[in-house]
């Protein structure tokens, strides 16, 4: 069974390049444009994996996060975080890897794979 | 001297005869035929000698002399008579009679008898005199004495209250410095208004005045008279105070504090008058540097060239100068955030509430409205000002008007520093338009079609906005004053409005352009100009798709204008925007957009219309939506006006 992987990033064709690229990897994904879209499908679905932009237009990643810890599920998926801010990549100190845009394509492959295994 | 003589007989022929006689021997001579007569010329004439004859009719001569020692001792008597006969002598002289001449009267005989009599009046008033001058002389030395004694007091008081505040005066120096500047000035003075004892300061700065009137040492001509706090302690016998003039040796004026206090009363009487006179010539110096240095600081306060404001603790404006209240209006017992920003609560990372925490001095930079509506960068530093426990009262900011610097600095910032600013806004769009080329070649590679669809889509997207970046850069690093050429203002919002048009049907937002017949023309920069109006209607595009508050969203686009000038307004009901972000939406590298922003295209878009001498205002409320509205002038050629309204 494929593991499924959110991308949670408000910039469209930043999303569905990542949502492409994993697919190409052998991911399942599913695209959240915001903070709101995201916590709605972690509703319904489960997920092995997210990517998070740091800036939504509804909410930052650390209030994204901080919803999270409020639900009871930080920590039950692996968070990784894609930003053009590197200034800010330590703000979700959950996060289990950091990607400065733009991605380095091979590294984030790499990354994933060994966290899912 | 010539004696006063009566002469009194009762034969006409002897008082004619003997009148002349006396009269020839130098007396001043009356006459009186009986006693009767006698007393009453004694009565009336009080003279010095009285020549009587003893045998007369009515009252004789010894009855007459009797009476006239028994009322007027002192008026010698001479009695002459007929008769040299012993027992009436002897009578005579008991009665105290002078003399005794018979008759016929000897002229020598009585001349002599005379010069005795003359010379134990004169003995007698001599000896009178002595008495009297003896008695004078007395009471005057003993007067004296009684003088002397009381200024003798009068003086061991001075010196003692002299000692006393001597003493005090050191107390008070170990304490307080200028005691030994507010020198003392004692002085009493007697009843006659003289100064009677001085203490050595007095003598020293206003010269030795003892003996000399009391008002010699006041320097206002009107109390140099009896209207002086001294005559006038004299004279109500009740202290006084008062601020006077005392005139130094030096001829200078100092002022003082006089104090007059009536001592030595005696019977409701003043004998003695204390004056104290306090010289206050260093206070009133102190007050009067005291007011230069508080002026001069209000001056400084009032005409430095920033924006002073002092608050408490509670944000609520204790004091601002002038050119604060000229700009903003009076801060006084308003909040800071209200009267500076406009704001409803204190704003983020407040300088000032920084230092009322640490004491230190901090610093901000930040764009405020004037209250005609003109925007200007601010640099505030904050400053403590402390009580005297050293607790933090109020705290004193200071805003420099930093607009002009901010404009020369953004113009002389490298393209680096720019790129910097704007890394995450070039990362986000190189991550897309990578993705899009990884997109499009794996999609080929796949032969997915739908996939190479949106890649391609997506490039386009991409490549318009990194070529509007690109723009933005040039036009920043190259800034030039507009090209301008004359062009139909119709046919120009026509084409603006078609570059936008496609976008907003792309996400669903319902655009409208009104714009009317007969414009006319004017003469722009086409492709600056289209530029910025452009940028506008995509933020107003971009506010509409950020916001999830409404169901539908509209961008109108509405061009008109008069002989003067050109309008165009550009609404949107996307997310508006507050207070603070207005203020800061024409500033260099401010975005509200995170990733997609570069912070460049309000900034230029503003820059284009003040270059082509417009003006360029929003309007905007959150959650409602902004309006932007731009004015330009035709700037038109004599010929090309015409053709203008023409059309």
Redesign the interface.
Known sequence: MPKRILVIDDDEHVSSYLSDLLGDAGYETDVAANGQQALALLEKKRFDLMTLDLEMPDMTGPKFNKVLKRQGRSGDIPIVVITGHMGLKYVIPNAVAEFDKPIDREALLAKVKEILG | MALNLLLVDDEEGIRRFLGMLLKDLGYAVRVASDGAGALEAIDSAQPDLVLTDIKMPRMDGIELLKRIKSRWPEIEVIMISGHGDLDLVIQCLQHQATDFVTKPVNEDILDAALRRVAEKIELRRKLSEYTQNLERLIKEKSDRVVELERQMAASQVVDALCQALQNLSDEMREEAGYNADMPCYIAVHNRLFEVVSTNRLYRERLGDKRGRCSWEAYADPARRGFDNPVCLTFKSGKARRSREMLLALTGEQLPAVVYTTPIGCKEDRVELVLEMAVDVSEISRLQEELWLTQQKYQDLFDETPCYIVVRDKDYLIKANNRLFTRDFGDGVGRNCYSAFRHRTEPCPECPVSRTFEDGEPHHKESVVSTRDGREMNILTWSTPIHNTEGEIVEVMELSTDITEIRKLQDHLTSLGLMLGSM???V??M???????V??LE?GLAKNDMT?VG?ATE?IK??VNRIRNLVLNVLYYAKSREPEREELDVAEFGRMVAGIVEPRAQREKIVFSAAIGEGLGRFAVDSGNLSAALVNIMENAIDACT?D?GKDSHTVALRVDGDEREVRFEITDNGLGMDRETKEKAFTLFFSSK???GTGLGLFIASDVITKHGGAIRLESERGQGTSFSIRLPRNLSAAGAEAGTAN
Do not use: I
């Not at chain 2, 190189?430 to 899009?436: F, K, P, S």
């Open positions: 890394s995450h806004g990362k986000g190189l991550t897309a338009l990578e993705g899009g990884y997109r794996s996939r949106g997506s997207v991409l950020a999830s995170g990733l997609k």
